[in-house]
């Protein structure tokens, strides 16, 4: 499979955050464990990290639990396993007598080469995949937040046709208010111009009683005096 230079960058970058994310991980759960690990330590664990990821030889050994020393990756060849694991973990085919060893590291590069490009395809189609996943996520967030944004126009058009009603309202209130104050004013003054005229009717008929009191009086005052 041939990948381009970006596909091949992005794959490294990809490797890359893959390994740190690894060795912060590991450092967590040693520190979890009540150990340390020091500066010099998680590079040794990094560096036998990138060596997993790059060589399937290494990959396995790590796997396996059986490195006694960190391992390392110079970008070229299978990774050195010698001296690094407790027993081998993968058998060195004999050389034919008839190749040389040249012959011999050449096969186990282009091997390399080919796994490298076979696990490079996998990811490649992977992050094709989680980005499709998140295209579509993508898609469905926008979708919400239109519909979410239709759902807030319509409450805001409801709440302001609400609010015009409260104030309509508040304002027929007040206006009935004023009105009621109005009306319980000019009940009083009725009430006091009609008080006001009982007293002065009463007053009236109070001196309409003595006139006519008097006039009795005056009129048996002259009958007495004809009689006389």
């Given amino acids: 499979m041939n990948l381009s230079g970006d596909q091949l960058r992005e794959l490294g970058r990809q490797r890359n955050l893959l390994v740190a994310a690894l060795t912060r991980q590991a450092?967590?759960?040693?520190?979890?464990?009540?150990?340390?690990?020091?500066?010099?330590?998680?590079?040794?664990?990094?560096?036998?990290?990138?060596?997993?990821?790059?060589?399937?030889?290494?990959?396995?050994?790590?796997?396996?639990?059986?490195?006694?020393?960190?391992?390392?990756?110079?970008?070229m060849g299978p990774v050195d396993l010698d001296g690094a694991v407790a027993t081998p973990v993968r058998a060195a085919a004999p050389a034919p007598a008839r190749r040389p060893?040249?012959?011999?590291?050449?096969?186990?590069?282009?091997q390399r080469r080919r796994e490298a490009a076979e696990q490079a395809r996998r990811e490649l189609e992977q992050a094709r995949r989680d980005a499709e996943e998140a295209t579509a996520m993508a898609r469905d967030a926008e979708a919400a937040a239109q519909t979410a944004g239709a759902e807030v126009t319509a409450a805001g058009e409801r709440r302001d046709e609400l609010q015009q009603r409260v104030d309509r309202l508040e304002r027929e209130l007040r206006r009935a208010r004023r009105e009621a104050e109005?009306?319980?004013?000019?009940?009083?003054?009725?009430?006091?111009?009609?008080?006001?005229?009982?007293?002065?009717?009463?007053?009236?008929?109070?001196?309409?009683?003595?006139?006519?009191?008097?006039?009795?009086?005056?009129?048996?005052?002259?009958?007495?005096?004809?009689?006389?």
């Fill in 27 to 75: 450092r967590g759960l040693a520190h979890a464990e009540g150990h340390d690990v020091s500066t010099a330590v998680a590079e040794q664990v990094e560096a036998t990290l990138r060596a997993a990821v790059a060589d399937p030889g290494a990959g396995e050994a790590l796997r396996a639990g059986r490195l006694t020393a960190a391992l390392s990756y110079s970008g």
């Fill in 101 to 110: 060893r040249t012959a011999d590291r050449r096969e186990a590069e282009e």
């Fill in 182 to 228: 109005e009306s319980t004013a000019a009940v009083s003054a009725a009430e006091r111009r009609r008080d006001a005229a009982v007293r002065r009717a009463e007053t009236a008929v109070a001196i309409r009683d003595r006139a006519e009191a008097r006039v009795r009086q005056l009129a048996a005052a002259a009958g007495d005096g004809t009689g006389a």
